[in-house]
């Protein structure tokens, strides 16, 4: 549901610029996570919400908050894909990054420990930096 503002025939609809708010909330979140361990998924998970309210919050400006969940639930790539051709600002390479943080975010691979995971020594895992600059391009509009 969108929160929506009616003031004497006044439509405002705020939550564009809520989700905005919010990734940047949790982007700063990461900027100052450090992690007691040399690994976390922490910082991944903390990227991947924060694109995923961006992107969101490009689609909130044409549909509803309940249309956007629907359509995209938590799927980075799908969601970023669907953009207006004027709103898509990655190359090639960060939507590769996007990519392979997706496969992990939609599953919610970041949240919940996994073993293989950890067997395979979050080989799978997107470069942090890259997914960093990936959500920083995003963000910064």
Request: hydrophobic share 35%.
């Amino acid at each position: 549901m969108n929160q929506v503002i009616h003031v004497q025939g006044l439509f405002v609809n705020l939550s564009p610029d809520a989700f905005h708010m919010w990734a940047r909330h949790y982007y700063k979140c990461k900027q100052d996570f450090e992690s007691p361990n040399s690994f976390s998924p922490v910082p991944y998970f903390l990227l991947c919400r924060a694109i995923e309210l961006e992107v969101k919050s490009r689609h909130l400006l044409s549909k509803r908050q309940s249309e956007v969940k629907k359509e995209f639930g938590h799927d980075l790539l799908e969601a970023y894909e669907a953009l207006d051709q004027g709103q898509k600002t990655l190359n090639a390479e960060e939507i590769r990054v996007l990519r392979v943080a997706n496969d992990i975010y939609v599953g919610k691979g970041f949240e919940y420990f996994n073993p293989g995971h950890a067997l395979r020594g979050y080989s799978q895992f997107p470069d942090l930096d890259e997914l960093d600059s990936v959500a920083t391009k995003l963000i910064s509009r």
